[in-house]
């Protein structure tokens, strides 16, 4: 019977990673039906929609409603403010980022980041707001920080 396989040990002619440093912001993908949303987040306004026919609010920004399968959606400035639902760290150092799902008060959840927080200190239920960060050459992108991080 042979000894079990251990993984192999770092080499030290191997050159060591330098740190990542902060995160960069991916630039959005801008479809003609988001071109509104992406507007309105380089003014810092945060837009969702509504259904016209059934008036259900969804997000993400679409022309059809996920609800009812109506073409009459229109777009409604969002109060900007909600309540986190999930979330989870990767990463370490400066290039940590604490993704989450954050549920506006219009009541649609959305995917985005947690920002200008310390990542321990989150918790599932905390108030938040909305803040634009400019991405690398393209659109702002609506994030969240606690209300609290405001005052």
């Known amino acids: 019977m042979s000894p079990p396989e251990t993984s192999p040990k770092p080499?030290?002619?191997?050159p060591q990673r330098p740190p990542a440093g902060p995160r960069k912001i991916p630039a959005p993908r801008v479809l003609p039906e988001t071109q509104t949303y992406w507007t309105a987040?380089?003014?810092?306004?945060?837009?969702?929609?509504r259904?016209?026919?059934?008036?259900?609010f969804?997000?993400?920004?679409?022309?059809i409603c996920p609800h009812c399968l109506s073409a009459d959606?229109?777009?409604?400035?969002?109060?900007?403010?909600?309540?986190?639902y999930s979330f989870s760290t990767m990463g370490q150092g400066e290039a940590a980022y604490t993704?989450?799902?954050?549920?506006?008060?219009?009541?649609?959840?959305?995917m985005t980041?947690?920002?200008?927080?310390?990542?321990?200190?989150?918790?599932?239920?905390?108030?938040?707001?909305?803040v634009f960060k400019p991405s690398e050459g393209g659109h702002a992108v609506p994030m969240f920080t606690p209300e609290e991080a405001s005052s």
């Open 41 to 49: 987040a380089d003014e810092g306004r945060l837009m969702v929609k």
């Open 113 to 130: 980041n947690l920002v200008d927080c310390d990542p321990a200190a989150v918790v599932i239920g905390q108030k938040v707001r909305v």
């Open 73 to 84: 959606t229109e777009w409604l400035p969002a109060a900007g403010t909600g309540t986190v």
């Open 51 to 56: 259904c016209a026919a059934c008036g259900e």
């Open 11 to 14: 080499s030290a002619d191997k």
């Open 58 to 63: 969804h997000h993400y920004p679409r022309d």
């Open 99 to 110: 993704m989450a799902f954050v549920t506006l008060d219009e009541g649609v959840t959305m």
